[in-house]
């Protein structure tokens, strides 16, 4: 005969499986992020190390940015994989590991953006350690602008896509019809945004074509500034007086404006000065000359003075003088229209512009 043992579960296995049950995914859970918090303290650690050792170079510094971003895609990545180690079995398994994909690919991309920010950065600051041409250093500022935001905008569209491909998968076959569907949708799209388009064009141009910098001293509209930024739509001018003008970046490839900085930033400024004929222009020409050598935003390239027309009441006496930019330029020629004028005025006031005056005979009739 034979005898049937029937194995009844006791309640200390029922408490030691729920306990299990408990456990299991905490050690799991727990342990990914202890592993992936200290993997990421150890990257850290690293480039402060090679931060301190070599402080030259500080593309180990500027990396050590990107921590935070190293951080949520080592989590999420590991918690990817080691879910199933859980053992949760619940019915969203499938949602919360397309969630966490998701969340990984985004802080990939936030990690290659901030490593895209650091390299451009690192590379901008040795090129302008190791040139003294600014016009070549802004030049290459422009260019690392504007690709680090084409780099920007294509990781955040492709980024975007393949997130709500993965957290919507009933979306995949809608994304192949409009896949088959693309050539008519990117004639239309280029229809309606022609213009956008046209200044994304302009933008690339301008990056590239060297026609206007970041920092380049420019004349638009009336305006005089400086060229602030430079995105791949709109271009900023900051003005003198701290207001901004913002003009699409077409403007610049289909008007002409005037470009101070072009060819280097040293630049001449003129005054004119409306004096009386009897000024005595050699005694003006040697106090210039005084006053400029006394002055550190001359450069000393060049300087003169000269009487450049003249009317039946004054004479017009223009004074030029060379500085290193645009804004010393600006400065100096204040300095000196008031130096000038102050100097005649003093010393030979017989000299200032003079209004003719004469009496008025009052005549028979208007007596009457």
């Given at each position: 005969?034979y005898r ?6 006791t309640?200390?296995g ?23 918090v200290?993997?990421g303290?150890l990257?850290?650690?690293l480039?402060r190390?090679?931060?301190n ?5 500080r593309?180990?510094?500027l ?10 895609l080592?989590a ?5 994989f080691?879910y199933?180690?859980a053992?949760?079995h619940?019915?969203?398994?499938d949602?919360?590991?397309n ?6 690919i985004?802080?990939a991309?936030w990690?290659t953006m ?8 690192n ?15 802004r030049?290459l ?9 084409i780099v ?8 975007a896509a ?9 979306l ?9 569907s ?12 022609q ?6 064009m302009a933008?690339l141009?301008?990056?590239?074509g060297?026609?206007v910098?970041?920092g380049?001293t420019?004349?638009?509209e ?12 709109f271009l900023?001018?900051?003005i ?5 003008l ?12 005037e ?5 280097g930033?040293?630049?001449t ?17 040697e106090?210039?000359?005084e006053?400029?050598r006394g002055?550190e ?11 450049t027309d003249?009317?039946?009441?004054s ?16 400065t ?10 102050s ?6 006031p ?6 003719p005056t004469?009496?008025?005979?009052p ?6």
């Amino acid at each position: 005969m034979y005898r049937v043992e029937v194995a009844t579960e006791t309640p200390e296995g029922k408490e030691l499986d729920a306990l299990e049950e408990v456990l299991r995914p905490l050690i799991v859970f727990g342990g990914t992020l202890a592993i992936t918090v200290c993997a990421g303290l150890l990257v850290d650690r690293l480039l402060r190390y090679t931060a301190n050792k070599h402080p030259p170079h500080r593309l180990a510094g500027l990396l050590r940015r990107t921590q935070l971003p190293l951080q949520a895609l080592l989590a999420t990545a590991a918690l990817h994989f080691t879910y199933p180690l859980a053992e949760l079995h619940w019915r969203s398994d499938d949602v919360i590991r397309n969630i966490l994909a998701a969340t990984a690919i985004m802080a990939a991309a936030w990690l290659t953006m901030r490593g895209v920010d650091a390299v451009a950065e690192n590379t901008l600051e040795e090129y302008a350690t190791r040139t003294t041409d600014i016009a070549r250093v802004r030049r290459l500022r422009t260019q690392l602008t504007l690709l680090r935001r084409i780099v920007t905008t294509v990781l955040t569209i492709t980024t975007a896509a393949v997130a709500i491909l993965l957290l919507f998968p009933d979306l995949r076959t809608l994304g192949t019809s409009l896949l088959a569907s693309a050539g008519v949708i990117g004639i239309i799209a280029g229809v309606a945004a022609q213009s956008t388009l046209g200044n994304l064009m302009a933008g690339l141009q301008i990056a590239f074509g060297d026609s206007v910098k970041i920092g380049d001293t420019v004349v638009v509209e009336g305006e005089w500034g400086t060229i602030e930024e430079i995105t791949l739509t709109f271009l900023t001018v900051r003005i003198w007086d701290d207001r901004r003008l913002t003009m699409p970046v077409s403007y610049f490839n289909s008007k002409p404006y005037e470009n101070w900085s072009k060819g280097g930033p040293q630049i001449t400024g003129t005054v004119f000065l409306y004096l009386d004929h009897s000024t005595p222009v050699p005694q003006l020409r040697e106090h210039l000359y005084e006053y400029l050598r006394g002055r550190e935003d001359w450069d000393g390239r060049n300087w003169n003075l000269l009487v450049t027309d003249s009317t039946p009441t004054s004479i017009v006496v223009r004074a030029s003088m060379s500085a290193r930019n645009a804004d010393d330029v600006w400065t100096l020629r204040c300095a000196v229209r008031e130096e000038l004028l102050s100097w005649v005025r003093h010393n030979h006031p017989y000299a200032l512009p003079k209004i003719p005056t004469a009496m008025v005979t009052p005549s028979p009739a208007m007596a009457d």
